[in-house]
């Protein structure tokens, strides 16, 4: 008897089933790879949704964050405390902006963001009185929330859960013609993922985010880029946006914000915008916390010295001019940006699940980055998996997927 299988089976009796987990249970991690409770050991090829772009218990974040479990570690908002400011000036500056207001999840970012933009729409842009209307694109993925659902296209993000919030016009993602025409007088804001994360890594054709630009500085509308999954040294750049040299009037954060230890999520965007909320109108229990905002400082701090985004694009080269070599080869396409990669597998071949399925077994050689290691990846919308390793990944174990890949589609 292992001790997998049992455990497999408590989580699926005593748990709802809105997640399809692969049957691996972690008991230990460290950078890029986590051992199983039966000694197995796995390469982590999604790294948390890119929670954990610095890989698993990095010890810059464990030390920030052991030293602030020794002092204070929830004081809420109706208090200040020492780690506050310094978080909220250390991640503004890295956004090149005035303000941020740290929340918890990335849906909880986006719903800051929406409500931010709305206020913004009626107390400066002067649009009148519950007419805002917001610009998001199909196949679009911002959180779980129900008003993020009213603008979702998938149709298992959103049936059964309404009534749905209104204001929201979707377009096609990529579309400019679409986007201007979506545009009017009560528009207050354009909210895109600078890539598509849970769509597959869908990356917009080149001059799409600057066009968004255009598009929102010509009209009057805040342009709220959602880099919860794209941000952060995931592309090879800070933002995803930097790669077009695209600053839009909001950041929407998460995801690596938190080290991958404690939720951390945060919207930055300049004083006119977000300095439109008054005491009283918006808030979180948990958001701004010391403990989150210690460690939400040692990741900026991390971020400042570029290291991150140098390794995410050179080990991103990489995968994907190995990855490029097997379309045609059980792949039919493969699309990402820096360490981020979307492939779609030959659906005649097997399913993204049974690809994933299949990573999973030990590997046969015994090669001394693998020795009989695994690979985690997921999959996503039938036949796409999504590859986004923690940024801390060698060349080694980049090769070392990739092998695993290609003997799987073999
Ligand atoms: C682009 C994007 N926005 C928002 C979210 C929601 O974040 P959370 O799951 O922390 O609420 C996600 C999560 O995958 C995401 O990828």
Known sequence: MNNTDPMVHEAEHWTAHNYHPLPVVIAEAEGAWVTDVDGRRYLDCLAGYSALNFGHRHPALLEAA????????????????????????????????????????????????????????YRVKGVPAEQASIVVAAD??????????????????????????????????????????????????????????????????????????????????????????????????????????????MYILGKALGGGIVPVSAVAARSEILGVLRPGEHGSTFGGNPLACAVGRAVVSLLQTGEFQHRAKDMGALLHKHLGELVGHGLTDVRGRGLWAGI?????????????????????????????????????????LRLAPPLVITADEVDFAVERLASVLA
């Open 66 to 121: 052991r030293a602030q479990l020794e002092r204070v570690t929830l004081t809420s908002r109706a208090f200040l405390h020492d780690q506050f400011g310094p978080f909220c000036r250390e991640l503004a500056q890295l956004c090149r902006t005035d303000l941020v207001l740290p929340m918890n999840t990335g849906a909880e970012a986006v719903e800051t963001a929406i409500k931010v933009a709305r206020k913004w729409g």
């Open 140 to 249: 679009n993925f911002h959180g779980r929330t129900v008003t993020i659902v009213s603008f979702s296209t998938d149709p298992s993000a959103k049936e059964d859960f309404g009534p749905y919030t209104p204001g929201f016009r979707i377009v096609g993602y990529g579309d400019l013609d679409a986007m201007r025409a979506a545009i009017d007088d009560t528009t207050v804001a354009v909210l895109i993922e600078p890539i598509q994360g849970e769509a597959g890594v869908i990356v917009p054709p080149a001059g799409y985010l600057t066009g968004v630009r255009a598009l929102c500085t010509d009209n009057d509308v805040l342009m709220l880029a959602d880099e919860i999954q794209s941000g952060l040294g995931r592309t090879g750049d800070t933002f995803a946006c930097d790669h077009e040299n695209v600053v839009p009037d």
């Open 344 to 384: 779609d597998i030959d659906p005649a071949r097997m399913t993204g699940r049974e690809a994933c399925e299949r990573l999973m077994a030990p590997a046969p050689d015994g090669r001394s980055v693998s020795s009989r290691a695994g690979v985690l990846a997921k999959d996503t919308h039938g036949s796409t």
